[in-house]
């Protein structure tokens, strides 16, 4: 073997454990590798049971608090109590309320809503995002009229300047003409 291979046999060998299973399962992050077939089945028990922790009705409640319906790691048939969560969370979400607040934030609509539901938020959803874009621009007019009012006052120094050159140009030009006639 070479180092590299030693190494990666050695590698593997620590990471497929089922603690670094389950909490692959947990993190919804399933991967491949290339464990010898005792510590393949300890990972991949590891990866069953983490996914079967975080298939729960809580985290299914949470997804759908955020409008996420569809997950990878959770199977409809296999994590029931997971989509009763997340049927129970998108009602929360399915709101004008909640549209509100998510067209405020500029977030986009995930198609989490049907029907009724689907038209309350959509109609809060299109209020956050007008809501948001006057405050965006009531920003901008606030920004702009600063900076006016700051070209106005430079304007002012200007035609100060202006005026006290002008005076300056015909002092010097009534002192020019008196010397001139002297001559």
Do not use: P, W
């Amino acid at each position: 073997r070479t180092m590299y291979q030693h190494g990666h046999f050695i590698g593997v060998k620590d990471y497929c454990t089922y603690t670094n299973g389950n909490q692959s399962g947990l993190k919804q992050k399933i991967v491949s590798t290339n464990c010898s077939k005792k510590k393949h089945k300890d990972f991949y028990r590891g990866i069953r049971d983490g996914v079967n922790e975080y298939c729960s009705f809580e985290n299914g409640y949470k997804n759908g608090l955020n409008g996420i319906v569809a997950n990878k790691v959770c199977k409809k048939r296999s994590h029931r109590v997971f989509y009763k969560g997340v049927k129970k969370g998108v009602l929360k979400y399915c709101t004008f309320a909640s549209g509100t607040k998510m067209g405020t934030i500029g977030k986009e609509y995930t198609g989490a809503c049907k029907g009724k539901l689907e038209e309350e938020f959509l109609r809060g959803q299109v209020i956050g995002k007008n809501k948001s874009k006057i405050a965006r621009l009531s920003k901008e007019v606030t920004t702009l009229k600063v900076q006016n009012a700051r070209l106005e006052e430079r304007l002012e120094q200007l035609e100060e300047e202006n005026n006290d050159l002008r005076t300056d140009k015909y002092r010097l030009q009534g002192r020019i003409d008196e010397l001139e006639t002297n001559i």
